[in-house]
């Protein structure tokens, strides 16, 4: 589930396992920010990147492997078991972050197509997600402006079948994609950073009581402050902030403000 929203364990060997599937230790952690959607590594002595973001899967197989061996179980089938369960997840997950009905067989080849758009514009993962289900942003003409217009006409007359065969079903997934899947907040590196260095200099909690209230309130249903969600939440990127395309869509959302560039996977204290 994890993975749905972004976020990448920097040290995911056997040991940081619980024989219930939990992981512990996060240690060198980070979320999907502009780049790396696919391969971000976190853990800078990590120089193999053997736990970056597309090998998670198979570190947990791994994990799982050498369990069922340590028990005298036939670790070919709890990793055939594993793959199963984690494919049907997946694609449960993919299906509920698009809005699409969880049946849809095709939604990952959607959703890997819109990641694919969202790297190379350089956009941030969470911003885009939740922009999308928001529907309040389109790219500028010089970012892939076609491909994206194309992929954003595609999960529309998707969305629309949806509607057309249930339409109750579809509201409540698109609700849903915003209360649960698709979040305004998570606890990136830069802003767990700011707050530490903040009170360890200052002994001022200001920023980190700020953290903490964005924390608890990470799809945005509270009434979170508006100097909160400003420095904590996903604000629309900058280079989204164009006019809107002829494609019908929607005015884009004002008060949206540059982000600064960040690196994923900063020691905290660095």
Wanted: glycine share 6%; proline share 5%; with cysteine.
């Amino acid at each position: 589930r994890w993975d749905a929203f972004g976020f990448v364990h920097g040290v995911l060997n056997t040991d940081n396992w619980t024989l219930d599937g939990a992981t512990i230790d996060f240690g060198p952690y980070a979320f999907v920010e502009a780049t790396d959607h696919t391969d971000l590594s976190p853990n800078l002595s990590d120089r193999a990147r053997r736990y970056r973001r597309s090998r998670q899967p198979a570190a947990a197989a791994f994990a799982l492997e050498k369990l069922a061996e340590s028990l005298g179980e036939d670790a070919s089938r709890a990793v055939d078991a594993f793959e199963r369960a984690y494919a049907a997840d997946r694609r449960r997950l993919v299906c509920a972050k698009l809005a699409l009905p969880d049946d849809d067989d095709s939604a990952q080849d959607l959703f890997d197509a819109a990641v694919t758009i969202a790297e190379r514009a350089g956009l941030d993962y969470t911003g885009f997600w939740r922009g999308l289900v928001d529907d309040d942003f389109v790219l500028e003409d010089d970012v892939d402006h076609h491909s994206w217009v194309s992929w954003r006409r595609e999960w529309r007359e998707r969305r629309q079948a949806f509607e057309r065969r249930d339409p109750r079903a579809a509201v409540a997934a698109l609700d849903t994609a915003r209360r649960e899947h698709n979040p305004r907040f998570v606890l990136r590196n830069h802003a767990v950073h700011e707050a530490v260095v903040e009170f360890l200099e200052t002994d001022e909690p200001t920023t980190l009581l700020a953290l903490h209230r964005a924390a608890t309130d990470p799809f945005g249903l509270q009434k979170t402050s508006r100097d909160d969600r400003g420095r904590f939440f996903a604000d629309v990127p900058a280079h989204l902030l164009a006019p809107p395309a002829d494609d019908g869509g929607p005015p884009l959302a004002s008060g949206s403000r540059r982000r600064r560039p960040l690196r994923a996977g900063v020691d905290l204290l660095s």
